[in-house]
């Protein structure tokens, strides 16, 4: 299923889809802890116009999988509904870690220091 929604993600419809439906998705799993900062930088990194695409369009499945609400386990079944996407969340992120971890690196050193140009 992740590969059939790779190819979703090379569409201007799909790539539209993460970015209206995503919050929601998350919301209704109740994501929290490690699982929510993995996909909030998944998602940063989807949207980011200067990486790479091949990584893009697994982590973008892996997002629409979630974002999906009739997958594998249907997301309406209580407790388990998620389970599955969890688990294509955390698998892709392992299949993308090095790549994550690079740029958040990247991102970090991007990011002005909120103490001012004067803190040491």
């Known amino acids: 299923m992740l590969r059939d929604l790779t190819r979703l993600v090379a569409t201007p419809d799909g790539r539209q889809l993460i970015g209206e439906q995503l919050e929601a ?50 997301d309406w079944f209580a407790l388990v509904g998620f389970a599955d996407d969890f688990a294509a969340i955390a698998y892709v992120y392992h299949q993308t870690r090095d790549v994550l ?20």
């Open 25 to 74: 998705a998350v919301r209704r799993s109740q994501m929290g802890g490690v699982m929510l900062d993995r996909v909030r930088l998944m998602y940063d990194y989807f949207r980011d116009p200067a990486e790479s695409w091949k990584p893009k369009a697994m982590i973008g499945a892996a997002l629409l999988y979630l974002i999906i609400p009739s997958d594998l386990i249907p």
């Open 101 to 120: 971890t690079n740029y958040e690196e990247r991102r970090q050193q991007r990011m002005p220091d909120p103490r001012g140009s004067e803190a040491i």
